[in-house]
Antibody
Framework: QITLKESGPTLVKPTQTLTLTCTFS??????????VGWIRQPPGKALEWLAL???????RYSPSLESRLTITKDTSKNQVVLTMTNMDPVDTATYYC?????????????????WGQGTLVTVSS | DIQMTQSPSSLSASVGDKVTITCRAS??????LNWYQQKPGKAPDLLIY???SLQSGVPSRFSGSGSGTHFTLTISSLQPEDFATYFCQQTYSTPHTFGGGTKVEIK
């Protein structure tokens, strides 16, 4: 059974750096064809794709946020960490991590099939 | 980035109704399109992947179709538990952008 859980601060001040940890079980990030992604959702708004890390340590970022984001993995701890620098009140959102699953060998047929419960991060002084 | 546009942004329907939600991509994404359902205060759940493949455990009243730039999610007979917000997502190229969402409300 695959589970994921996000952890980190619920409140950060503007200009600070946010560090979120996704701790997962039921799969290994050293296994081929696996990834973990981060998605956020401001209150009452749509989902926003942030970053994705693959089993082979390939990393992809949202171009609009790439300069502020870093995604890393610790395979031994079954964790993925997302850092976001220079936080602003507009970054207030629920942050989700999710398991990325490939459905065929093309690399395009894939989806987030398991999600964490999400963690609300508020940016305020 | 590929822009994903959903319509309508909200709709009201009754139990038993057939509901259709549309998602359009700003460029062709072949069939690399997913649909998610999200209930208030919960994480999204995957319903459909690759435009028309039903995720394991999802009721058969949900179906997806389309390719290229035009996609639809259909609920054949709306059930009380289907009142939620639905999002599409393209996986053709990163960032794997989501649509703005369609909220399905009780009429």
């Amino acid at each position: 059974q695959i589970t994921l859980k996000e952890s980190g601060p619920t409140l950060v001040k503007p200009t600070q750096t946010l560090t979120l940890t996704c701790t997962f079980s039921g799969f290994s990030l050293s296994s081929g064809g696996v990834g973990v992604g981060w998605i956020r959702q401001p209150p009452g708004k749509a989902l926003e794709w942030l970053a994705l890390i693959f089993w082979n340590d390939d990393k992809r970022y949202s171009p609009s946020l790439e300069s502020r984001l870093t995604i890393t993995k610790d395979t031994s701890k079954n964790q993925v960490v997302l850092t976001m620098t220079n936080m602003d009140p507009v970054d207030t959102a629920t942050y989700y991590c999710a398991h990325w699953n490939y459905y065929d060998s093309s690399g395009y047929s894939a989806a987030f099939d398991y999600w964490g419960q999400g963690t609300l991060v508020t940016v305020s002084s | 980035d590929i822009q994903m546009t959903q319509s309508p942004s909200s709709l009201s329907a009754s139990v038993g109704d057939k509901v259709t939600i549309t998602c359009r991509a700003s460029q062709s994404i072949s069939s690399y399109l997913n649909w998610y359902q999200q209930k208030p205060g919960k994480a999204p759940d995957l319903l459909i992947y690759a435009a028309s493949s039903l995720q394991s455990g999802v009721p058969s009243r949900f179906s997806g179709s389309g390719s290229g730039t035009h996609f639809t999610l259909t609920i054949s007979s709306l059930q009380p538990e289907d009142f939620a917000t639905y999002f599409c997502q393209q996986t053709y190229s990163t960032p794997h952008t989501f649509g703005g969402g369609t909220k399905v409300e009780i009429k």
